[in-house]
């Protein structure tokens, strides 16, 4: 499980404004749950996850957790822009503590990057940054993954393989995921939370997360989620 305990964080805006992501939050993440995180656009649902994974301080409040958590899949601050993207797989896998030579093989064959695999990150489109933190994630055996939209990435052939892949661990292991599909989040999660004014709701049942969390688009007028 991960558990959140009077967990604040706050940022201050372009306009000198504070944005409140996490307003003294108690919360559970359950293991082996795949939790479905919703919230309309600025929520702070990034920062959260962020947060969760330790990349990003908390104001106030703890975050533990029974087993590790991967960092947020998607978020390009995981890697050295100057390595190239084996060498950023080979060093993860000594930080982590598993082969390095079993992790590159499986990232160069899972993120279909071809020759880019061994050129320098910092060449690298957005797309393929969240390709190699997709496959380097997912080859390694966290306990709780963090998802940001990496699912989104590349092809229909490439997503639907990774959806597979992601289906996969999740028979075992527990995720906390951000996407803007309301239709991924149906088939791959078993319990929502949405995340609104730095508050989080959750929801045993998906669909009922998912009408809440489109009663605050409608009332805020706010753009909807692709299905």
Not at 46 to 57: E, F, N, P, Q, Y
Not at 122 to 148: E, K, N, P, Q, W
Not at 186 to 198: P, T
Request: proline share 2%; net charge negative; with cysteine.
């Amino acid at each position: 499980m991960i558990a959140l305990n009077g967990l604040t964080k706050a940022y201050w805006t372009e306009g000198g404004s504070a944005k409140v992501v996490a307003d003294n939050i108690d919360a559970v993440f359950p293991s082996g749950r795949t939790v479905g995180l919703l919230g309309r656009n600025g929520a702070g649902k990034s920062t959260l996850l962020r947060v969760i994974a330790g990349v990003l301080d908390a104001d106030s409040g703890t975050v533990t957790s029974d087993g590790t958590i991967s960092w947020p899949v998607g978020f390009a601050g995981s890697f050295h822009g100057e390595l190239t993207g084996r060498q950023n797989t080979r060093f993860l896998a000594r930080v982590y503590g598993v082969d390095s030579y079993e992790l590159s093989d499986f990232v160069e064959d899972f993120a279909e990057l071809g020759r880019h695999f061994d050129m320098p990150v910092r060449t690298y489109s957005s797309g393929m940054r969240a390709r190699l933190a997709f496959g380097t994630s997912m080859g390694i055996d966290f306990d709780h993954y963090l998802v940001d939209e990496v699912t989104a990435v590349g092809d229909a052939a490439f997503r639907q393989k990774s959806e597979i892949l992601f289906r996969a661990r999740m028979k075992t292991r527990g995720a906390i995921m951000v996407t803007h599909s309301l239709a991924m989040i149906k088939r791959i999660c078993d319990q929502a939370a949405v995340l609104h004014e730095g508050r989080l709701r959750f929801f045993e049942d998906v669909e009922e997360g998912i009408q809440f969390h489109e009663e605050i688009l409608g009332a805020r007028g706010a753009p909807r989620d692709d299905d």
